[in-house]
């Protein structure tokens, strides 16, 4: 159990345009959803935190306009990168936890997000 | 932020070598985590850790929560090639609550290299 999807694993956009990334728990009703970006060979760096039906609570230095947090449903949440830029090219990875083990995060595979 | 130190950042052992890396910090932590994180894809959750003074084992790995509750440490027994990958700890703070409540602290990673 705990299985969490992600879609796209990669996309390739053009500067300026905006990309939609989803994250699914696929057996699972996810409490609270988490965003992160990771640079190679770093450590995850927490975007945001969000829980269904309320606004994403962003961490400090992430603008909020520019990546955009849908928590829709308990299984569902949606990044969107506004307007992307090259320097917002990055593996993003999402994570999700659950009621019965809330410090316990099952991550997505990942997406790879490059801006051209 | 937070930070976890974890050490050592790197490790290049011979297959079939035990395998030891640890996580330390100035503050109290209620829940360790640790997680492998193979190129091009999310951590995966390899063990999880709630008590102070907890040994837990999955097969070849062992980790334990330090008594003071501000480390932990992760063994890999008889190591093979498909343990490569990246290490990472990650602990919820015992006093994180409001939006804080669920957000996980990261460690630097320990980047293991197995050669057969």
């Known amino acids: 159990g705990a299985v969490v999807s992600q879609h796209p694993s990669r996309v390739i956009c053009k500067s300026g345009t905006s990309v939609k990334i989803e994250c699914r728990s696929l057996?699972?009703?996810?409490?609270?959803m988490f965003w992160y970006r990771q640079f190679p060979k770093q450590s995850l760096m927490l975007m945001a935190t969000?829980?269904?039906?309320?606004?994403?609570?962003?961490e400090q230095g992430v603008e909020k306009d520019k990546f955009l947090i849908n928590h829709a449903s308990l299984t569902l949440s949606t990044l969107t990168v506004t307007s992307a830029h090259p320097e917002d090219s990055s593996f993003y990875i999402c994570?999700?936890?659950?009621?019965?083990?809330?410090?316990?995060?099952?991550f997505g595979p990942g997406t790879r997000l490059t801006v051209t | 932020g937070q930070q976890l130190n974890q050490s050592p950042q790197s490790m290049f052992i011979q297959e079939g070598e035990d395998v030891s890396m640890n996580c330390t910090s100035s503050?109290?932590?209620?829940?360790w985590l640790w997680y492998k994180q193979d190129p091009g894809e999310g951590p995966v959750l390899l063990i999880a850790l709630y008590k102070a003074g907890e040994l837990t084992s999955n097969g070849r790995l062992t980790a334990q929560f330090g008594i003071t509750r501000k480390d932990s440490f992760l063994n890999i027994s008889a190591s093979i090639p498909s343990d490569v990958g990246i290490y990472f700890c990650a602990g919820h703070l015992s006093n994180a609550g409001g939006t804080s409540y669920g957000k996980l602290t990261f460690g630097q990673g320990t980047i293991l290299t197995v050669h057969p």
């Open positions: 057996d699972f009703q996810a409490t609270t």
């Open positions: 994570s999700a936890s659950r009621d019965r083990s809330p410090y316990e995060q099952y």
């Open positions: 503050s109290i932590f209620n829940t």
């Open positions: 969000s829980n269904e039906g309320s606004k994403a609570t962003y």
